[in-house]
């Protein structure tokens, strides 16, 4: 089978690509951009095809004859959903590295369309949002009457270029969290509590994390939000920022600060990546308030995005048969999935034990 890697000369697109022919794999490389994609692929021996997606017959023509596409081209908002077209077109399964809200449910919507072709859908397979879905089902498991679920982690982590953008786009629309199974939008920083990542308790506030789309389609749990650390001053300013956020989410902004971006953001090189590693919690109780806790430590998130990408991308090209023969912690044994679907749904919440760096999942009652 053929398989792709669309935005291969991005950061986590040619971490990927690297990884992928030191493992004895052979994707296309593709992108927009011939002129950086042409050298790339001739340093690691690969064929490369250049097209844009902003015309359908194009993206339809550039995918010509491949059976997988791993999208890694953001910021995805833009570029996900004319690709996810393309892939229904031809028959290809479709995966990305996305952690945006607004991505995951149109993939979700599209789950009709993709039975119908025979594909999956599986946006997310990265660090967003493999490690939070996979702690997510875990819970599930522990709590199946669950009602309240939330999630988060800690990471010393810079940004890559495409992350840094993804964040931009979000100033200007607050806060989400799912509440009775609807998403709903809230200001910046709405929750703030302390809670123990892993390391001990921190100060956090609410963010617009994946996990309140996909937690909601891996476990049914209608109440659904994410939290990240951060100093009270930072925690301070979010919620200030609610007083500037049609000016956060305007278009002149937004194009100096992601110009900003293209200039100064590099993304973490490999030394950093190999010694910040992350802490991932999530909590689910039910409507008598008990519940657990669950907590893991895995690799910095770059890291386990390339793994965890390469890991489900092997999965669906038949070569993943580690994960079918082993269970995961929750004694689930994966099997093959048509339409949208998520990591944990696809693979089992034991698949980030199973990744380079991860430890084991730690439980407590609440």
Known sequence: MQWMIYGANGYTGEL??????????????AGRSESRLQPLAAGLGLSWRAFALDDPASVIA????????????????????PMIEGCLAVGAHYLDITGEIPVFEHARAQHERALA??????????????????????????????THLSLGFETASGLSPGTAKTVVEGLGNGCQIRRDGRIKDMPLAWGRR?????QGPRRAMTIPWGDVSTAYSTTGIANIDTWVPLPAAAILGARLGNL????????????????????????????????????VWGEARNAKG?????????????????????????????????????????????GYITGYTTPAALLGSG????????????????
């Open 244 to 279: 500037v956020r049609p000016l956060l989410g305007s278009q002149w902004l937004q194009r100096q600060l992601k110009a900003l971006i293209d200039r100064k953001v590099k993304g973490p090189d490999a030394s950093t990546r190999a010694r910040l590693p992350t802490w």
């Open 194 to 198: 302390r809670i123990d990542f892993g």
């Open 351 to 366: 698949l980030i034990t199973q990744l380079p760096g991860s430890g084991e999942f730690s439980v407590s009652d609440i």
């Open 16 to 29: 990927i690509a690297r990884e992928a022919v030191s493992r004895g794999l052979t994707p296309i490389l």
């Open 290 to 334: 008990e519940g657990k806790v669950v907590r893991i430590r895995t690799a910095n998130g770059y890291s386990l995005t390339i793994d965890g990408a390469l890991a489900v991308t092997g999965y669906l090209l038949g070569q993943g048969s580690a994960h079918q023969e082993s269970k995961g912690a929750s004694g689930y044994t994966p």
């Open 117 to 146: 072709a025979g594909v999956t859908l599986c946006p997310g397979v990265g660090f967003d949002v493999i490690p939070t879905d996979c702690v997510a089902l875990r819970l599930k498991e522990l709590v199946p009457d669950a």
């Open 62 to 81: 550039g995918l010509d004859g491949v059976d997988l596409v791993l999208h890694c081209a953001g910021p995805f908002s833009a570029t996900s959903s």
